[in-house]
């Protein structure tokens, strides 16, 4: 309180206002069809996941990024437990200055459990949750062009 009056800003008046602007925000607006497929080769900043299909299976319903990521995962791992379970020594799965995989949790800033046996990182964009998602199909032999992803909300307006 005392370094806010020392600037002269008034806390209050900014929080107030940022309240009021995102109240008046109708998130209903930005949702988009469901049934609509994109490719892994879109830019998907700005946008929420509804779901995921691989070679014209059923389509896997998701809320976040994150989980498309780790359902993806769960799917590849059971083709081909040991391969999957191989991406930890694999130096092509990982990011540029950290593991993608491992079965050390500590060595994940936010691991999230595959099948109870390795961590995948989870603290990715969306974008890089995609790149994560053709890396691995990439291994796995698929097509990039076969796994199909659909939206729920397109919040790029918002963001302009």
Same mark, same amino acid.
């Given at each position: 309180?005392?370094?806010?009056?020392?600037?002269?800003?008034?806390?209050?008046?900014?929080?107030?206002?940022?309240?009021?602007?995102?109240? #008046?925000?109708?998130?209903?607006?930005?949702?988009?069809?469901?049934?609509?497929?994109?490719?892994?080769?879109?830019?998907?900043?700005?946008?929420?996941?509804?779901?995921?299909?691989?070679?014209?299976?059923?389509?896997?319903?998701?809320?976040?990024?994150?989980?498309?990521?780790?359902?993806?995962?769960?799917?590849?791992?059971?083709?081909?437990?040991?391969?999957?379970?191989?991406?930890?020594?694999?130096?092509?799965?990982?990011? #540029?200055?950290?593991?993608?995989?491992?079965?050390?949790?500590?060595?994940?800033?936010?691991?999230?459990?595959?099948?109870? @046996?390795?961590?995948?990182?989870?603290?990715?964009?969306?974008?890089?949750?995609?790149?994560?998602?053709?890396?691995?199909? #990439? #291994?796995?032999?698929? @097509?990039?062009?076969?796994?199909?992803?659909?939206?729920?909300?397109?919040?790029?307006?918002?963001? @302009?």
């Amino acid at each position: 309180e005392d370094i806010m009056n020392h600037l002269e800003i008034d806390s209050n008046e900014d929080n107030t206002n940022i309240n009021e602007e995102n109240l #008046k925000i109708d998130y209903s607006k930005y949702t988009v069809e469901t049934d609509v497929e994109h490719s892994l080769y879109e830019d998907f900043t700005h946008k929420r996941p509804f779901g995921f299909r691989i070679n014209k299976n059923q389509i896997i319903e998701v809320n976040t990024w994150q989980e498309m990521l780790l359902k993806t995962c769960e799917l590849l791992m059971a083709i081909d437990e040991e391969k999957f379970l191989g991406f930890e020594f694999d130096v092509s799965m990982n990011g #540029k200055s950290r593991k993608y995989f491992s079965r050390n949790s500590d060595l994940i800033k936010f691991p999230k459990s595959v099948g109870g @046996k390795i961590f995948v990182e989870t603290n990715l964009s969306s974008n890089g949750v995609r790149n994560l998602i053709i890396k691995l199909l #990439k #291994k796995y032999e698929f @097509k990039i062009n076969e796994y199909k992803i659909y939206l729920r909300a397109d919040y790029s307006e918002l963001n @302009k």
